[in-house]
């Protein structure tokens, strides 16, 4: 399969868009590379993956699926065929029966970790001080400024509901443990990647290193490709 017939689609994580995803887009354009953000409405799982393969068929041929945090679920549980591998960003992987909750709170909580609830509406804001001391403190000041300004809530709604047979059974994964992550532990990281029989890639990088190291994530990415 030759690279220039793949696309590269992105899943943004909880309290993000697509715009998290813009310097490795950017790196991954500069190799030749077409990528493309998938707009997860973040109201219910199920919601999600629709989006998600709404881009998938946008996309035409076939895929290579990247998805940060709370998305490596949503990458999960897609059913395209157009997706030919996975790629997990400090993501979280749940398996048959498994919630997001279920594994995001299988370890102890860093204590830098923000607490986190839903509000009136069922949605669940990251306090804004959280971007620099959990969510990307590898990140400039005015990076981290950004990501709080334009943060999306995930409705609670989306981390509750027991998924299917994950996609990473089927299909080969690259997993990207991030070392110093603040919001989910790399031991868990790391039991997920096993337990998913991913390569394994692992850097001393925060919850969010598409936005202070985009050269390692868009890398990562490419060596996922297909061959």
Not at 33 to 38: I, K
Request: a negative charge.
């Amino acid at each position: 399969m030759s690279t220039n017939d793949v696309t590269v689609v992105l899943a943004h994580g909880a309290w993000a868009d697509g715009s998290s995803w813009a310097r490795v887009i950017e790196r991954l354009r500069s190799e030749g590379q077409r990528a493309v953000a998938a707009p997860l409405p973040l109201t219910t799982l199920d919601d999600d993956v629709a989006a998600l393969d709404r881009t998938i068929e946008r996309a035409g041929g076939p895929v290579v699926l990247a998805g940060h945090a709370y998305a490596g679920a949503v990458i999960g549980a897609t059913r395209s065929k157009r997706v030919k591998a996975l790629v997990y960003v400090a993501a979280l992987a749940p398996d048959a029966g498994e919630t997001v909750a279920d594994v995001f709170y299988r370890t102890e909580p860093h204590p830098l970790a923000p607490r986190l609830a839903p509000d009136a509406d069922g949605l669940i804001w990251l306090p804004e001080e959280a971007f620099a001391t959990a969510f990307a403190p590898q990140a400039s000041e005015a990076e981290q400024a950004v990501l709080a300004a334009v943060q999306r809530p995930i409705a609670a709604a989306c981390i509750g509901k027991p998924v299917g047979r994950p996609l990473w059974r089927d299909i080969p994964s690259l997993y990207l443990v991030a070392e110093e992550d603040r919001m989910i532990s790399h031991l868990n990281q790391r039991f997920m990647a096993e337990r998913m029989g991913a390569r394994t890639i692992s850097h001393p990088v925060d919850h969010t290193p598409m936005v202070a190291r985009p050269d390692l994530v868009a890398a990562a990415i490419l060596d996922a490709f297909p061959r």
